[in-house]
């Protein structure tokens, strides 16, 4: 049985389109929905919990109906048993941080003593004991983000789902956060809608993603298959640092081609061939210039060899941003200072570029959930 | 619902009746005579323009003040903090009227005593100030509107997430720029729930036109409506003229509706736990002390000196005015104190003016809560609804009410009454609660909500307690205004029943200053006491 | 103290001179039968309900020296102002509400009985009164008087009748009262029409108050006290009972203008049309006009409508003998006093 199903869901505010026909089905373990703000993300996760009440389609959890507009059943968000960790944690300002947690299993008429237990239990998992007398306001932001979390977990729920929780915390704690909130829902062992907009949170918390735009869901897969093959140019272009280019299939074999590059000065990569793909068919390749070899000297292989001018370079630290003129396009590589690529004298100079065939997607018509994440 | 019934049908019955023909109470028949009357009345633009420039710009002045110092108290390390606190509460007390007046002896222009002053002092010949002025009118009734400017801010800066401020001062800001380019904004809701009030209450304000306006020549639109109904007596002639109101109170609800349908954008009062912090204003903190007690001298201290002084001479003219104490005359208070239901009468109202400053808040943030936080169908409307008893008459809705309950045991009864006054102040609590539920972050309901809480969980754990500094507010308000209402009050005073304002503020109504000063002043030290006790003694805060 | 003694005086006056007038007029008089006759059913009603315009110092006063005079029936009063009054008292019938007994007011019984509201009673008293209406007892008068600050003016300067305050040489020191409004004003230009019964020198008058060119008052109180603050010189008009208090007990620098007769309006005690306790009002209208009843008006401040009543604000008190009020009589007027401005003096005011 799935944890989470949708069907069909459509919700429109005033002049833009939040949803536009969101289908998906979820078995249990960690998905995040991962999208540019106004992507409909944070939309999908309140109809879910019922906080928004959709213009069309169905909601089901654990097997359970919770909406569905067409026969007019709508679950009220305090009967679905799910746990919800709100962006700004929404604690309330006026209680503790034992009430805080409390207040839920207080409404469900917990005998007090089993309260304080599940309560304690809660702050001790997520790392807070011996805080609970305090107010939100005198917690700091990372310990408040474990208060909203604890008062989820409390609720022992089916269910959590979290809408952007680490965006307000700053880059290094949200980074440990990310880890310790994978671990401790991996412990408790329930499962989790994470809405996000960073992919690397994505990738590093869940078993499945789903990438929104503009209401729709343009891929549905686990971190790598996204990764690696990505289904739409926007998938490919919102994951990771890539250049997405046009390209004419000169040459298919088995499960290779060759692609003519225009903008390329009409150079020509090996690349991996989706099914169906044949000769003389226009693709989009998306080249994840991270796995880009960069040299000043010419590799010992021609195949998936390109030449082009530098630019220019960018010192960050530890790394080094090569901006490098090939036809008509700039691409940017960055290269790490414990394995230099190069040591190029000045701009100006020729460079060559090693293509591994791993990195490069190729973007068809492919349907938007790719198979193996349907299989789930 | 049933606050919303019982405004409803007065309402309607208001409506109703200025589309019929009858002078005198009896409907007659359909008829758009009343409207056709107000339409071809030449003079009404002139006066529509007088009553905008003055409700407005009195609102304006007003509510800006009052927003200037309930940020002063509640967010500055102004020194003083509890004479701070204090200060702006005490000029609440003193009833429009007794301002009125005030004022007006000291700003006439051959017999007002600045001018005498100035004359005597400088021997400046022609008078500097006019009452009878619409400046001078601006400046009288914009004091009156401070409070609510007060009121309704004061519990937004108190909640308000200092980090939003602190992060402009770090970027350079001065807190003057601060307080205009972020904190302001902020508070429009709250702001504009306060202009909005202030602008209506302007619009039908009669004291002010009639003791200013009127000697200096300027007449404003509500001298009509006073005119259909005491010389006209034609309730349903008052009615269309107050349809002129309540198409520009509409509009200002309007105006007020769209500035704060991303209601989100305003929410200071956020899930994210902070601190409320002081914030050091600098040398301005010398400023904003002056500031308040500058206000603090024009809103009670000075007008009030004045109405004693006026209290314990036999009469006021510069001359014996200025002869003062030699002059004094205890015979005013020995009639007040001596008057038949002063007593009794005050004991009423106080007790009666308790219950429905109490009943009438709460049953706004209910009518609030559910207009901003529920779904429940046309509940938006009920933001006009609430609204609209404002712009009527005081005497023509407290005759709609006549009529709705004349046949029904309520009649004659303190529960009349009490319905009454609660229509009369329920927009005050409408808009003072939601100008406050907007500033709660939606998200403290949802994560309520989430967390097995039905509506009343959410409402009684949640809502009600983080509004406990604007219902505070309210409270007073509503009780302080309630305990001087008459005009909607006394059609619904049943014969025999003592009631405290009808008694003590009837000597505003004939125009008994001496007396109505020293009425005036014994209930506004009872007042200024009560405060100052409740202050000191029991340490209520009134800033949180 | 000096209220004390000043009611004194009152009282002593009172006495002796009602002593005379019972000793003239006793035989004659159809009070004694008509009241105890009305006393024993008003016993039965037990009760009688008064709305008025008085202020409640009065009123309780007023109702108290009834209760003790007759006992048994208790007394219960509303008070509101004229409009208030209509509204309440039209609605309550409209409705069939038997709520009220008598109105005490001067402009909203007149109204009350346009509408029907009334039930004509006429007293048994109407040789003794200045003035009388057969459906409405009058209980009292509203006297208006032409009130001058006496610093601000001398009494060579003085206007020497209503018409005069028109001389454009008092432009700038009139505090003129809103000819338009329910306010003593307009019911002066009632009784002064009236008794001039002349088309052109009416015009003429209101014309040149119109001439004046000064802003008019909407309340007679306060544009009185403005007069007594030295801000004005002359007020048009003001009300005897107020100017005489200022003058003899407050001692403000404010005289009436003697040349100028005084205005007298009707105070009634109309019997409401569905009245529950018909008699027992009758019976306070009709004691309200005895001398017991109008000493105890007097005592309060308010005008006596006694003929001869010696009091200090009668107009024989405060007036040179042989001065002759105008009255206020006109029917049209004190029924739709709108309709009578909007016909004979909104043309002249705003034309």
Same mark, same amino acid.
């Given at each position: ?165 680490l965006?307000?915390l700053d880059a290094k704690l949200r980074e440990e956060m990310r880890v ?18 960073d992919q690397e949170e994505a990738f590093v ?18 971190p790598?298959?996204?990764y ?10 919102f994951i990771g640092r890539s250049v ?43 080249i994840r210039t991270s796995e880009v070899k960069l040299s000043s000297r010419?590799f ?8 082009g001018?530098m630019t220019s370079r960018d010192y960050r630290g530890g790394l080094t941003d090569h901006r490098v003129q090939?036809?008509?396009?700039e691409i940017v590589v960055t290269s790490h200072k414990l394995c230099p690529m190069i040591s190029v004298e000045g701009d100006?100079n020729?460079v060559f570029l090693y293509v591994d065939?791993g990195a ?17 | ?238 009615? %269309?003229? &107050?349809? +002129?109101?309540? =198409?520009?109170? $509409?509009? !200002?609800? @309007?105006?007020?509706?769209? #500035? ?90 106080? %007790?009666? &003016?308790? +219950?429905?400053? =109490?009943?009438? $808040?709460? !049953?706004? @943030?209910?009518?609030?809560? #559910? ?102 507010? !309210? ?70 | ?351």
């Amino acid at each position: 049985m799935s944890i989470v199903k949708v069907e069909g869901l459509y919700k429109t505010f005033a002049d833009y389109r939040a949803l536009d026909g969101v289908d998906f089905e979820f078995k249990h373990g960690v998905l995040s929905i991962l999208g540019p703000s106004g992507c409909g993300k944070t939309t999908l996760l309140r109809c879910i919990a019922g906080l928004e009440v959709p213009d069309d389609g169905a909601i089901w959890i654990d097997g359970k109906v919770q909406t569905d507009i067409r026969k007019g059943i709508l679950v009220p968000p305090y009967s679905r048993e799910i746990g919800f960790v709100f962006q700004n944690y929404a604690l309330w300002p006026h209680m503790t941080v034992y009430n805080n947690v409390a207040f839920g299993l207080k409404l469900r008429k917990v005998p007090d003593r089993d309260i304080r237990r599940r309560v304690l239990a809660s702050l001790d998992l997520v790392g807070l004991p011996k805080l609970e007398d305090r107010y939100p306001s005198q917690l700091s932001g990372g310990q408040q983000q474990r208060v909203a979390l604890a008062r989820s977990l409390a609720m022992e729920p089916r269910l959590i789902l979290l809408d952007e929780p680490l965006s307000n915390l700053d880059a290094k704690l949200r980074e440990e956060m990310r880890v310790e909130l994978k671990k401790l829902i991996k412990k408790v062992n329930i499962s989790a809608i994470y809405v996000t907009h960073d992919q690397e949170e994505a990738f590093v918390i869940s078993d499945y993603v789903i990438v929104m735009e503009r209401g729709k869901i343009l891929q549905y897969a686990t971190p790598d298959d996204i990764y690696n093959w990505p289904a739409h140019q926007f998938v490919a272009s919102f994951i990771g640092r890539s250049v997405l280019v046009d390209g004419q299939v000169m040459q298919a074999t088995g499960d290779e081609m060759k692609v003519m590059i225009p903008d390329f000065n009409r150079a020509v990569l090996t690349c991996r061939r989706p099914n169906g793909v044949a000769v003389g068919e226009t693709c989009q390749l998306v080249i994840r210039t991270s796995e880009v070899k960069l040299s000043s000297r010419p590799f010992e292989q021609t195949e998936n060899v390109l030449q082009g001018v530098m630019t220019s370079r960018d010192y960050r630290g530890g790394l080094t941003d090569h901006r490098v003129q090939i036809g008509s396009r700039e691409i940017v590589v960055t290269s790490h200072k414990l394995c230099p690529m190069i040591s190029v004298e000045g701009d100006g100079n020729k460079v060559f570029l090693y293509v591994d065939k791993g990195a490069i997607s190729v973007i068809s018509d492919q349907p938007a959930v790719s198979a193996q994440a349907a299989a789930h | 619902m049933l606050a919303g019934s019982l405004i409803v049908t007065p309402v309607i019955i208001v409506i109703v009746r200025s589309f019929t023909t009858a002078r005198l109470g009896a409907a007659v028949g359909f008829s758009l005579d009343n409207y056709m009357r107000v339409l071809h009345d030449p003079k009404i633009l002139p006066m529509l323009q007088n009553s905008i420039v003055y409700a407005g710009g009195s609102a304006l002045f007003g509510t800006l003040v009052g927003a200037m110092l309930a940020w002063i108290v509640a967010r500055t390390n102004t020194p003083g903090k509890t004479l701070v606190e204090l200060m702006p509460l005490y000029p609440i007390l003193m009833p429009p009227v007794m301002k009125n007046i005030a004022w007006v002896l000291l700003l006439s222009p051959k017999s007002g005593i600045l001018n005498n002053m100035l004359q005597q002092a400088f021997g400046i010949d022609h008078p500097v100030f006019n009452a009878f002025s619409m400046p001078a009118m601006i400046w009288v009734f914009g004091l009156t509107c401070v409070t609510l400017g007060y009121l309704f801010l004061l519990p937004v800066f108190l909640s308000f997430d200092p980090s939003l401020e602190e992060s402009a001062y770090i970027a350079g800001s001065r807190p003057m720029r601060t307080l205009l380019r972020i904190t302001f904004p902020l508070a429009i809701p709250a702001f504009l729930s306060a202009l909005v009030l202030n602008f209506l209450r302007g619009l039908r304000s009669f004291e002010t036109p009639v003791l200013q306006g009127s000697p200096g020549g300027i007449d404003v639109f509500v001298s009509k409506v006073y005119d259909s109904m005491s010389i006209d007596y034609n309730p349903g002639l008052a009615t %269309a003229y &107050s349809a +002129v109101l309540i =198409v520009l109170s $509409v509009a !200002a609800l @309007i105006l007020y509706v769209r #500035t704060t349908r991303f209601s989100e954008r305003y929410a200071t009062i956020t899930g994210k736990g902070y601190r409320v912090k002081v914030v050091d204003i600098g040398w301005w903190k010398y400023a904003a002390f002056v500031a308040v007690f500058v206000y603090f001298l024009i809103g009670i201290a000075i007008p009030f000196v004045v109405l004693i002084i006026t209290s314990l001479i036999p009469y006021y003219d510069y001359e014996t005015f200025m002869k003062f104490p030699t002059n004094v005359d205890l015979a005013s208070y020995h009639r007040v104190m001596h008057h038949p239901s002063f007593v009794s009468g005050l004991y009423n109202s106080l %007790a009666l &003016s308790i +219950v429905i400053a =109490v009943v009438t $808040v709460f !049953a706004g @943030i209910v009518m609030a809560f #559910t207009i901003y936080r529920t779904k429940v169908y046309g509940s938006k409307v009920f933001e006009f609804i609430g609204t609209i008893p404002l712009a009527f008459p005081p005497l023509v809705l407290s005759l709609g009410l006549i009529i709705a309950v004349i046949d029904s045991p309520f009649y004659n009864t303190l529960w009349a009454l009490g319905a009454g006054l609660f229509i009369a102040y329920f927009p005050y609590a409408l808009r003072n609660a939601s100008g406050a539920i907007v500033n709660i972050h939606r998200e403290l309901d949802e994560a309520a909500w989430v967390h097995g809480a039905r509506w009343r969980h959410v409402f009684f754990r949640v809502t009600l307690p983080l509004l406990k500094p604007s219902i505070a507010g !309210a409270l007073f308000y509503i009780f302080i205004e309630a305990l001087r209402n008459i005009d909607v009050a006394v059609l619904l005073v049943a014969p025999g029943m003592e009631y405290g304002p009808v008694t003590l503020f009837e000597y505003f109504r004939v125009g008994q200053w001496a007396e109505a000063a020293a009425g005036g002043v014994i209930y506004l030290v009872i007042l200024i006491v009560t405060v100052t006790i409740a202050k000191f003694v029991f340490n209520v805060k009134f800033s949180l | 103290m000096k209220i004390k003694v000043l009611s004194a005086a009152v009282v002593a006056a009172v006495v002796a001179w009602s002593g005379a007038v019972f000793a003239a007029s006793a035989p004659n008089d159809p009070y004694p039968k008509a009241a105890a006759a009305l006393y024993e059913k008003a016993k039965q009603e037990g009760a009688v309900i008064a709305y008025t315009v008085w202020d409640v110092e009065h009123i309780v006063a007023i109702l108290d020296a009834f209760s003790k005079r007759y006992p048994g029936i208790k007394t219960s009063y509303w008070q509101g102002r004229n409009p208030e009054i209509v509204q309440r008292t039209v609605t309550e019938f409209q409705a069939g509400k038997e709520s009220v007994d008598i109105i005490l007011s001067d402009n909203a019984p007149p109204v009350i009985r346009a509408a029907g509201a009334i039930q004509p009673y006429e007293t048994v008293q109407k040789d003794f009164l200045v003035l009388h209406d057969p459906t409405m007892p009058i209980v009292s008068l509203q006297i208006q008087a032409l009130v001058y600050n006496t610093k601000k003016l001398k009494p060579g300067d003085l206007p020497k009748n209503w018409e005069d305050v028109a001389n454009p040489k008092y432009k700038g020191n009139v505090a003129l009262d809103d000819p338009m409004r329910a306010g003593p004003l307009s019911s002066q230009l009632a009784g002064l029409k009236e008794l001039w019964k002349n088309d052109a020198k009416f015009a003429a008058y209101v014309k040149g108050l119109k001439a004046l060119n000064v802003p008019v008052n909407k309340s007679t109180s306060a544009m009185f006290r403005l007069v007594v603050s030295g801000e004005y010189a002359i007020c048009q008009p003001a009300l005897l009972h107020d100017a005489m208090e200022e003058r003899d007990e407050k001692h403000s620098p404010v005289e009436i203008v003697k040349t100028a007769p005084p205005v007298v309006f009707p105070r009634y005690g109309g019997i409401y049309a569905k009245a529950p306790h018909p008699n027992a009002a009758k019976l306070l209208a009709e004691w309200l006009i005895t001398p017991e009843g109008q000493a105890t008006l007097d005592k309060v401040g308010r005008e006596a409508s006694r003929k001869g009543f010696q009091s200090k604000t009668s107009i024989e008190h405060a007036y040179p003998k042989g001065t002759k009020p105008i009255p206020v009589n006109d029917k049209g007027f004190m029924e739709d006093p709108k309709k009578w401005l909007d016909t004979n003096v909104k043309p002249l005011w705003e034309g």
